[in-house]
């Protein structure tokens, strides 16, 4: 299984390793960043549990989930999230709290698109946003996305975000 590496001026995107447990743990029991994320907090094993399912998305589906890196550091996920019920694919975020407010998520949210449709040519690529999470919205229009109605997953409603292919418009 190879995983790439990608790299916009700030951020390196790359596979998760066993070295990224410490951190995305702790980013796993931020109550701030899980609020978006289903709200219940992640244990170390659940965390790590994630990682075997991140990883195991690459190796069944081509593309996942990548760690990012700021200035040598573990600073979230970014990729495309695509488990059995979901319908398509979606281009998917979480940087740590303490990063938010420094377009960290929309570069790394552009990078990982642009690399999808250029490799996969999805017909559509998502992204799946509780509509009261104001940022995420905020990171899918600068991304050029636009709302395209709701969707329960996992008991969870959710708006449908679909982004634009580069230097296309939106397949709505």
């Known amino acids: 299984m190879q995983i790439p590496v990608l790299t916009t001026p700030r951020l390196v995107l790359r596979g998760f390793e066993a070295a990224d447990w410490d951190a995305f743990a702790e980013l796993n029991t931020d ?26 998305q690459w190796a069944l589906r081509g593309y996942g989930l990548f760690a990012v890196e700021l200035g040598g550091r573990f600073a979230g996920r970014v990729g495309i999230l695509h488990p059995a019920d979901w319908p398509e694919p979606e281009l998917a975020w979480i940087i740590a709290a ?7 998520a929309t570069e790394a949210a552009m990078c990982v698109r642009d690399w999808m449709f250029a490799n996969f040519a999805p017909e559509r690529l998502v992204s799946y946003i509780l509509p009261e999470n104001a940022r ?31 230097g296309m418009g939106v397949a709505v």
Do not use: C, Y
């Open 136 to 166: 995420s919205r905020r990171v899918a229009e600068k991304l050029g996305a636009v709302r395209d109605g709701a969707i329960v997953l996992r008991g969870f409603g959710s708006d449908v975000w679909v982004h634009p292919r580069p």
């Open 98 to 104: 303490p990063l938010w407010g420094n377009g960290l």
């Open 31 to 56: 109550a701030a960043v899980r609020r978006w994320l289903g709200g219940a907090v992640l244990s170390r094993e659940q965390t790590w549990s994630q990682m075997e399912t991140i990883l195991g």
